[in-house]
């Protein structure tokens, strides 16, 4: 069994070096808990994905230190796209998740945007400011 | 962009060899949405982690065909626990999540499952009949 988080309230917050990852949820669109849960695990294991090939010394600390990883929210879809921007522009894993529209939004709608797992520090340059969702 | 479920509702329940991964929340718990979705996207990527050591080819799969994901839920600890035994039974990878406890639950609590990436057929004998969260 997985203790999720083990680290994550804990340790990442106080140490700057520490690696997390951010999960992005827009909360001007509906979604049900579930969707939510849903979008967000895509975003998880998208930009998981993307440090594994891409940043894997990132990857491999956040596996063995209990994958912190932080759900917080904005309120449009040009701020996340905005987020999205800044991170590839500090060179951070990101991958930004849409939704087929077949259940509950509209086709094509960008839903969620995971960041990291990357240095703590380097994300809360981009999301720092942002509230839990 | 990652276009998130792409082949899920459209084309998983009706074959039955494609491959999906499932995430099982626990209802009889008090989580806020944010904490729901953290849970689930710890269920997935450490599923999926396991899917991707131990049975790449049905990992690729789910990565390449848009990683079909869906949201359940049971009603206590116990059921849980029982999705998890039925799932080492089947040879599928999975992921038991518990929580540190340290914001809205008990430390320990048994939060979340994650059920594959693995062929839907083999995933639905274990939770077909469970509701989505």
């Known amino acids: 069994m997985r203790l999720a988080g083990k680290r994550c309230e804990r340790d990442t917050y106080k140490l700057a070096f520490k690696v997390k990852q951010v999960i992005v949820l827009r909360s001007d669109i509906k979604m049900s808990p579930g969707k939510a849960a849903a979008q967000a695990s895509h975003a998880a294991v998208s930009s998981a994905e993307e440090a594994r090939r ?10 063995e230190s209990g994958q912190c990883k932080i759900v917080l929210k ?17 060179n951070l894993p990101a991958a930004l998740i849409s939704d087929m529209g077949l259940t509950e939004l509209e086709p094509g709608t960008i839903t969620a945007l995971g960041i990291g797992p990357a240095p703590s520090n380097l994300i809360d340059k981009i999301t720092g400011s942002l509230p839990l969702y």
Chains 1, 2 share one sequence.
């Open 74 to 90: 904005v309120n449009s879809e040009s701020e996340i796209l905005e987020l999205m921007r800044k991170a590839k522009e500090l």
């Open 54 to 63: 891409n940043y894997p010394s990132w990857w491999r600390e956040w596996i």
